[in-house]
Nanobody, 121 residues
Framework: QVQLVESGGGLVQAGGSLRLSCAASGSIASIAFMGWYRQAPGKQRELVATISSSAWPNYSDSVKGRFTITRDNAKNTVHLQMNSLRPEDTAVYYC???????????????WGQGTQVTVSS
């Protein structure tokens, strides 16, 4: 059984910073892409940032220059450093990972349960 567990959400004032972390656990052969998505009330879930297994990042335009995604392949973790936070960044943030359970198998999509980030103005 694979689990993704997020941590690090909370309440912060506009202009502040938060760091989100996500750890994947279970019987994992390899992890391709890892990333973060978010969903604000009444809106669809949207991409925030992803990072490949070779650490190539990809950011949505709305967070580029403010957020930094990193990962530790040895620990199966991904982090999102969020700086210069804005009220419009308020959302539930979800960790996502493409995980291969066996070396000969395809990768499957896994999601964490989400962590709330609230930015006050």
């Amino acid at each position: 059984q694979v689990q993704l567990v997020e941590s690090g959400g909370g309440l912060v004032q506009a202009g502040g910073s938060l760091r989100l972390s996500c750890a994947a656990s279970g019987s994992i052969a390899s992890i391709a892409f890892m990333g973060w998505y978010r969903q604000a009330p009444g809106k669809q879930r949207e991409l925030v940032a992803t990072i490949s297994s070779s650490a190539w990042p990809n950011y949505s335009d709305s967070v580029k220059g403010r957020f930094t995604i990193t990962r530790d392949n040895a620990k199966n973790t991904v982090h999102l450093q969020m700086n210069s936070l804005r009220p419009e960044d308020t959302a539930v943030y979800y960790c996502n990972a493409d995980i291969r359970l066996r070396v000969w198998d395809r990768a499957y999509d896994y999601w964490g349960q989400g962590t709330q980030v609230t930015v006050s103005s």
